[in-house]
């Protein structure tokens, strides 16, 4: 079993940035490839970008990529996604989530899931 847990969201200009963190607990998050999604208001949930287990692949959504960057700290348990040049698109509850294997751009293949963090950017 895995827990993760998401903070570090907020309220930013746009323009701005902010630095997610996804705190994992449990014995087996180590091996895990995790990822991170997004979700705004009457909207489905969408992939931003993953990172594979222990960390030399990451994987990115064409809507961000440039702009944010995921990155772990396997020492600490913890994921982060830094996000820059923030848009006021870009706002939503962002969630982590992580899985066995190689990591995916595809939700339903993520086991274990954050309670999510919101994120909004005001233009």
């Known amino acids: 079993q895995v827990q993760l847990v998401e903070s570090g969201g907020g309220l930013v200009q746009a323009g701005g940035s902010l630095r997610l963190s996804c705190a994992a607990s449990?014995?087996?998050?180590?091996?895990?490839?995790m990822g991170w999604f997004r979700q705004a208001p009457g909207k489905e949930r969408y992939f931003v970008a993953a990172?594979?287990?222990?960390?030399?692949?990451?994987y990115y959504a064409n809507s961000v990529k440039g702009r944010f960057t995921v990155s772990r700290d396997n020492a600490k348990n913890t994921v982060y996604l830094q996000m820059n040049s923030l848009k006021p698109e870009d706002t939503a509850v962002y969630y982590c989530?992580?899985?066995?294997?190689?990591?995916?751009?595809?939700?339903?293949?993520?086991?274990?899931w954050g309670q999510g963090t919101q994120v909004t950017v005001s233009s």
């Open positions: 990172i594979s287990w222990p960390g030399g692949n990451t």
């Open positions: 449990g014995r087996t998050y180590s091996t895990y490839a």
């Open positions: 989530a992580g899985k066995l294997g190689r990591y995916s751009s595809l939700e339903y293949e993520y086991d274990y």
